[in-house]
C-alpha cells in the first residue's frame, strides 16, 4: 500500500477501490438504478445464461451504465431461454426472451440507453420469488 | 490577587478565587461539618476526596448537593448550608456511615477523641434507621499500629498520608464498593508490608481504625511489681504537647509538671531522653568530624553526606527502599536506645541491680520507637535496652487513669545523673533539631573556638526540605534537612545517584519532626499546633544554662567514668548499631 | 477475467460468531471453491447487521436476500441452489411473524423499515478489516476535507450546528465540548474515546467498532485536528477481544496508508492512537474514573469541576467521547450539519444505537431516529412482546435508567423526554420486560448490580445502594413494612443528591421508576405478601390441590423436610411453616397436583 | 521482608512484559493484562515483581488487581465456566442456569472444583443477547441454555 499524501490521492484510491463494493452500493436502492435479472435454472445455464450474465455485468461496467445484475430462479419460460428481466426506474419491467450475447448488447444499446422497444419482449406472467 | 463575591447562608462575602466552599464559609464563620477533609496548611498536605459527602451543601442553579470541600467558589453563588434538604442528605449520609460502623464506642481506643463521633453528637443522631451488613475484616496487630479496620470510613487520609506525604506504599484503598477499605497489599498484615510505623496514619485517622499498640497495662504492672525499679526516660517533644491532652494551650511547657506526674505514678527514676540526646550528639558529631576530615584528606571510600539516625522510621524507610544506601546513614543509635544501653549497663552497675530487675520505660512522641526497642539488636540475652515505649497519649491516660489532677501538680526536676541536659538536647524534638544541636558541638571541636552565635536561625522552620551552609571557620558545611519521609526520598534519591552536594543532612519522618509524631495529641489538621509546639521547643532550649551537648558535665562523667572518648570500643559496642536490607529479595528458583 | 457478481455477506460480530457464524464463512468458501465460483461469488465478514436474533445472519448481494440461523452445513445449498442457480433457499429466509410469510428481501423486513443507519451505516456492509471498503465508502474524506477546506473553529461549529449531543449518557452538546477542549492552552491534549460500554446488555459501541473501526479513528483524528491534539486514546473494555483485533488491524492500516501518523494529508497535522485496556469496571465509563483507568489507578471518579477537558489525561485537556458520538461525526462533515439536524427531535438531534433484548421477538441492536415512540422501537422493530404475552415494562439506559410502562409508549423517544419520564439515554440499553417479570425483582436485580460496581469512593453509593438493596431482598422475602418503601424513597433520593458520580447518582433510578410506576406491586409484596409474577419464590406457596391429588404419596417421599403429610390414596397437603420451596413434590407428582401459587 | 520465588524464565517474562511497557507505571493495567495471559492470574509474586519492576508500591498494585474483576489471584479451572448474568440474560433465566451450575459443580461463584477441573463466574454481558441466556466454557458460546442442559454441557468436558 502507498501512502495517501493529498486529497487527491485519498480520491484516486477511492475510485480504485469503490467498484470492490459498488454491487453493494447499488443493492441499498436498486429501485434507483437499472435493474437486470437472469434467468439462471439448470435449464437457463445449459442456454448459456451464465454467459449472458456474465456479459452484461462486464459491458455494462464498461459502458458506464449503473445497473444491478442478478439471477433469479426458473422465470417459467422455457421456451425462450435465457431470458432477463429488464426494469428501467420508475418503468414496468420488461422481459426478454432467447437472449444471447449479441441480443444482449442491442438490449443495452437500444432499450437501457434510449428505451427503445426491440424484438423478443415477452408477456409478463410470472412471479419470482 | 483575584476574588469573587458570593453568598453563604444570606451572607455576602469576598473570597480569593481558588477558595474552597468550605473553607469561604469558615470565614463567613460559618461551620460546615466534615468528615474526610483534612489539611495541614502550609504543609502542602491535604486530603481531599470528596468522599464522605458529610460537608455537602446546596448550590444554587445545581441539580444535587456539592460537597463543600471540593468545590471552588464562583462569582455571585449562593449557598445554602443548612436547608432541610441539605440537613436532611447530611442526616442520612451520616447515618449510612453509621450504619456500617461497629457500635462499640464505650470500648473503642478512640473514644471521646473519634471525629465520627463526636459528629454523630453534633448532629443528635439518635438512632440508626438504615440497618444491614456491616464489612468486616481480620484485625491487625503489628509492633506499633493495630488495624481495626471494620471501623474504617473510607476518608482515604492514612492512604494520603501513606503515600503523598511520607512515600512508604504500605497502604492502598483496596477491593471495591462495599467491601473497600484501606489496607496492606494482599491484606497482610502491616507487619509484612513496608510500613515504617511512622504512625502519621494514626495521627490523621478520625475513628478507631488505626490506633497504637497499648503498652500502659504492661507499665503499670511492672510499677507494682516491688522487684523491679521502674525508671523512665521522657523525649524531648513530649513536653511541648502533654499539656494538650489537659486542655491547656498548645505550645504550653509542661516539663516540671510532667515530671512530677511521674513520679506519683511511681516511677522510681525519672530521667530525660535530652541527656541521650546529648550523648548522641557526642557519637554522631565526632562521627562526622571523623568522616570530614577522612574526606578532606582525600579518602574516596568514605561516604557523605553523613545522614542522621535518630528517627526510628527514617532507619525503617531507608532499610525498605534504599538497602543500597545502608552504610550512609550515622551509625549512632537513637537517643532512645542509648539511653536504653546506658541505664542497663552504666546506672544498673551504679544501683547495683541486674539489667532483668531494671525496667526503662520510655514515653515518646513516636510510634516507631514501639518497634524499635523490639528490634533484636537492641537486646542482651533477650533482654530488651528498653522494655516498653509509651506514646504522649498514653502516658496522658495513665495519668488521668491514676487520678492525677495535672493541673494542681508542682514543677519538679528529673533524677541525675541521667535526667541532666542541655538546650541542644531539647531540640531534637524539632526539624532542624538535631543538625543544630551537632553543629553546636562538631563546629566547637572542630575549629576549637567557641561558637559566635548559638543559633542557627537558618536551619529552622517548618519548609519540608531546607539547606543552609555553616561556615567552620572557613570551611564551609553543607546541610540539608527534610523532613516527612516523601521529602527525605527526594534527598535521598540525589544521594543515590551522587547528586547530593551536602555532607550532612538530618532527616526526621514526621511532618514538623518529632512535634508532630504519630504518637502526639491529635492535631486534628490544625499547623498553628505544630508551629506553637516547636516554639515551644526552642523556648525551652533558649532557658537552659547549658545549650551544647559537649558541655553537659554528666556527659563528660559518663565518658570519664564508663565510655572513655567517643567512638571508642565500648562506644561502639553500646551505643552504635547496623542497619538491615529489608527490601523485597526475588529469588530466582 | 471473469466479474464479481455476488457478495454473501457473513455477519461477523460477537453475536453471530458466537453461533458459529466463522464456520458459516469458511464452508461458503469451500463450497464456492468446489463449484468453481470463487471468481464470481465472494464472501466478505462484515459487522454486525444488528438482528442478533437469529444469528448467524448471511445476507446475499445484489438481491439483498437474508438468510438467518444459518449454519456451517446450510452453507452446501446456498451456493449449488443461489449462487449457482439463483433460487433462493426458501427454509433459511426470515419468516415475519405477522403476516407468516418469509421475507427475502431485508428491506421488507419490519426489524429494518424504520430504522436510519447514520452510526451503524457501514455495520453489517462492508469488511470492517479492510480499509479499502471504508475508503470507498467516502471514508476519510471527511477527515481530508477538515485538513484541506476547514479550519478547527469552522469543523466545531459545524459539529455544534448539527445538535449532536453525547451518546455515552448524559447528552452533553458534542460541540461545545469539543470547542472546551479546543481553548484550553496547553502544549499537549488527548482525544480519547470511550469504548468501556459496560451496561449489561448494550453492545452498541461494540458492534460499531467490530463493525466500522475506521469511522471512530477518522473522528478521532478530526477531532485532534479540532482541539490541538496529536494523541488519541481508546479505553477499551478487555472483554472485547474481537472489537481490539478489529480496531488494531484498522490503526495499522490507516498508519500504512499515512492516515495515521506525521503530516497527515501533507497538511503538517500529526495524530496517532493508542489502546488502553478496561478490566472489567462499570464505573470506569464515568470520564474521570475512566481517565484515572488510563493512568493505570483505581478507576475511581473524582470531583467534576475541573472537567476533562481542563484538566484530563496526564492533567492535560482532554477530549472524551463514546464511540457512537465519534461515529456520527464523518457523516456529520460531509453530509453537513443541515441534514443531520433534520433527522430527530427539536432538542435531540440525529439517530441513536439501542440494543433491544429482553422479551422482545426480535432482539439486536437498531439505529433509530429520535423522537421515535417506544411503541414503535418495540412493537414494530421489535416485533412485539415474545409468546404473545403482555407488555410490562421497558428499562432503558441501562442500570442507572428507569423502567417505563405501558403509559410511556407513545413517548417519543430523545434525550428530555427520557429523563422527564424518570428514566435516561444512557448509552443506549433497551431491555423489555412481560407479565412474568417481578419489578421488585427487576429493581433488586440493578441494585446488585451497581453494588458490585460501585467503586466505594463516596460513602452514599457504597452504604446508601447496598441498604437499598438489602430492603429490596428483604421486601422480596416477604417480610418488608410499609415503612421500608418510605425508607427506599428517601434512601434513594440522598443517594441521588449526595453522591460523587454519575454512577451514584443514577444509581437509584430503577428503585424509584418502579416505585413511582409500580407502587401497587411494592404494596403487594409487603401487604398481601404476594408476587404477581410469580418470581419471588419465598412469596409463593406450594399446595396440593385435593381434587386432583390420588393420595399416591410420591410427593411425600420426595419431600427432603417431611413437610408432607396423608393418608395413603386420600388427599396430601403441605405444611408451609415447614415446607422450603424446593419444588420435589412438583417434580414428582404425576398427576399435576401440585400448585404453585 | 518479603522473599519471592519464582522460576527463572517466568521472572525473565514478566520483566520482559514491563520493559514492552517502558516500566511506565501509567501502562500498570496493560501490564497485569498481559501478566495474567502468561500466568493465568496474579498472584502474590506477580504483583511483587510488577510493582518493583514499574516503581510503585506493591500495594498500589494490589490496590489496583482487587478494583478490576477481570482480575482474579485465584487460578481458574482447566474448563471455566462463565455465567452471563447481563440483563437480557437475567430475564431470561440466568439465574436459574446459576443455580444448576452451583448445584452440580458444588462451588460458588468465583471458586474452582477441588480437582481443578471447572471454575464458575459470572460476567456482564457478553454481547450475544440474542442468545440469551448465555453461559461460556472457556472460548465456547452455548446460547439459549435452560437449567436441564446444564449436565450435558458439563458432559462435553468430563472425559477431556
Known sequence: ?129 | METIKLTIDKKNIEVEKGTTVLKAAQKAGIDIPSLCYFSLDGMKIENKPGGCRVCVVEVEGRRNLAPACATEVSEGMVIKTNSMRVLNARRTVLELILSDHPFDCLVCAKSGNCELQSLAHRMGVREIPYQGAQSTYRKDTSPSIIRDIDKCIMCRRCEMMCNDVQTVGALSAVNRGFMAVVAPAFEMNLEKSPCTYCGQCVAVCPTGALTEVDHSREVIKALADPTKTVIVQTAPAVRAALGEEFGLKAGTLVTGKMVSALRELGFDYVFDTDFAADLTIMEEGTELLERLTRYLNGDKQVRLPILTSCCPAWVNFFEHNFPELKDVPSTARSPQQMFGSIAKTYFAKKLNIDRKDLVVVSIMPCLAKKYECQRDEFKVDGNPDVDFSLSTRELANLIKLANIDFHALPESEFDLPLGESTGAGVIFGTTGGVIEAAVRTAYELYTQKPLPKITFEELRGLDGIRSATVDFDGLKLNIGIAHGLGNARKLLEEVRDGKSHFHAIEIMACPGGCIGGGGQPLHHGDVDILRARQKAIYLEDANKTIRKSHENPYIIKLYEEFLGQPLSEKAHHLLHTHYFDKSTQIIVE | MTQIKMHLLVCGGTGCRSSHSEGVSQALNESLTNHGLDAEAKVVTTGCFGFCEKGPIVKVIPDNTFYVQVTPDDAEEIVKEHVLKGRKVQRLLYLDPEREKTVSDDRHMTFYKKQIRIALRNCGFIDPENIDEYIARDGYMALAKCLSEYTPQQVIDIIKKSGLRGRGGGGFPTGLKWEITARVQADQKYVICNADEGDPGAFMDRSILEGDPHSVIEAMAINGYCTGASRGLVYIRAEYPLAIKRLQIAIEQARTYGLLGENIFGTGFHFDIQLRYGAGAFVCGEETALIHSMEGKRGEPTFKPPFPSEHGYMGKPSNVNNVETYANIPVIILKGPAWFASIGTEKSKGTKVFALAGKVNNVGLIEVPMGITLREVIFEIGGGIKAGKEFKAVQTGGPSGGCLTARHLDTPIDYDNLLAAGSMMGSGGMIVMDQDDCMVSIAKFYLEFTVEESCGKCSPCRIGNKRLHEILEKICKGEGTMEDLEKLKNLSQVIKDTSLCGLGQTSPNPVLSTLENFWDEYVEHVVDKKCRAGVCKSLMKYTIDAEACVGCTACARACPVNAISGERKQPHTINPSICIKCGACMEKCKFNAVLLQ | MAIIKLPECKVNQLKEICKSFNHDSGELINVLHKAQEVFGYLPAEVQEIVAKELNVSVAHVYGVVSFYSFFTMTPKGRFPISICMGTACYVRGAEKVLDEFRRELGVKVGESTPDGRYSLACLRCVGACGLAPVVMVGEKVYGRVAPEDVKGILAEYSNL
Open chain 1, 1 to 129: 500500500m502507498s501512502q495517501i499524501k493529498s486529497l487527491d490521492d485519498l480520491r484516486k484510491i477511492k475510485e480504485a477501490v469503490q467498484k470492490k463494493i459498488q454491487l453493494r452500493e447499488k443493492s441499498i436502492d436498486p429501485e434507483k438504478v437499472i435493474q437486470i435479472k437472469v434467468g439462471m435454472a439448470t435449464s437457463g445455464i445449459a442456454s448459456g445464461a451464465r454467459e449472458v450474465m456474465a456479459f452484461l455485468i462486464e459491458e455494462l461496467e464498461k459502458r458506464n451504465i449503473e445497473a444491478v445484475v442478478t439471477q433469479v430462479g426458473d422465470m417459467g419460460y422455457c421456451y425462450a431461454e435465457p431470458t432477463i428481466e429488464v426494469t428501467l426506474p420508475g418503468k414496468e419491467p420488461v422481459v426478454f426472451g432467447n437472449v444471447t450475447t449479441k441480443k444482449a448488447d442491442e438490449i443495452i444499446e437500444k432499450y437501457i440507453k434510449n428505451g427503445e422497444l426491440i424484438d423478443g419482449i415477452l408477456p409478463a406472467n410470472y412471479h419470482t420469488i
